[in-house]
Antibody, heavy 122, light 108 residues
Framework: EVQLVQSGAEVKKPGESLKISCKGS????????IGWVRQMPGKGLEWMGN????????RYSPSFQGQVTISADKSISTAYLQWSSLKASDTAMYYC???????????????WGQGTILTVSS | EIVLTQSPGTLSLSPGERATLSCRAS???????LAWYQQKPGQAPRLLIY???SRATGIPDRFSGSGSGTDFTLTISRLEPEDFAVYYC?????????FGQGTKVEIK
């Protein structure tokens, strides 16, 4: 079964750092782009950026450039989203998702992780 | 950045009725690279339609997509109880994908 499994819920304080993960299985992890999507409480979906695990080529939405870092470790089929200094406004659900086509970074997301909920509060 | 505007914000319909959802782009979407997703409370989004009109694997044929350029439509021919949810369009023709704000389909 093709799936993405994300790390569990996090509760952090402002200023702390964090790295959440997304592990792929059931397919060739290095052949498909992985994207990250934010959903703030009660709001819509926002495209943050994506990465090609095969060579770690990474793209960011201008809204998120410099705010987060996307990375991947192809040896363990895992993509990451990290923050160096969290803010209360980072409170949201974060989804990873696989782009549908082999090697395609301009494609729909066909497989989604279950989401990681992040709460940042003092 | 391409901005997607979905309408209406909320659609109140009864089971068995036809639903028509609109997604308008601020500029032409390259190669009709537009997708539709369904999201139910507490769940991740699910891909319904890609490339404007192609149904994703396992999606019932009551869901159909159409359109090109700047105007796209998702049609649900006859609403089933499980179809009441929020629907998002997404364009992926530019270097960064963007989503519409969503349309909620609720039971009348």
């Amino acid at each position: 079964e093709v799936q993405l499994v994300q790390s569990g819920a996090e509760v952090k304080k402002p200023g702390e750092s964090l790295k959440i993960s997304c592990k792929g299985s059931g397919y060739s992890f290095t052949s498909y782009w992985i994207g990250w999507v934010r959903q703030m409480p009660g709001k819509g979906l926002e495209w943050m950026g994506n990465i090609y695990p095969g060579d770690s080529d990474t793209r960011y939405s201008p809204s998120f450039q410099g705010q987060v870092t996307i990375s991947a470790d192809k040896s363990i089929s895992t993509a990451y989203l990290q923050w160096s200094s969290l803010k209360a406004s980072d409170t949201a659900m974060y989804y990873c998702a696989r782009h549908r086509g082999v090697g395609a970074n301009r494609d729909a997301f066909d497989i989604w992780g279950q989401g990681t909920i992040l709460t940042v509060s003092s | 950045e391409i901005v997607l505007t979905q309408s209406p914000g909320t659609l109140s319909l009864s089971p068995g009725e036809r639903a028509t959802l609109s997604c308008r782009a601020s500029q032409s979407v390259s190669s009709s690279y537009l997708a539709w997703y369904q999201q139910k409370p507490g769940q991740a989004p699910r891909l319904l339609i890609y490339d404007a009109s192609s149904r994703a694997t396992g999606i019932p044929d009551r869901f159909s997509g159409s359109g090109s350029g700047t105007d796209f439509t998702l049609t649900i021919s006859r609403l089933e109880p499980e179809d009441f949810a929020v629907y998002y369009c997404q364009q992926y023709g530019s270097s960064q994908g963007t989503f519409g704000q969503g349309t909620k389909v609720e039971i009348k």
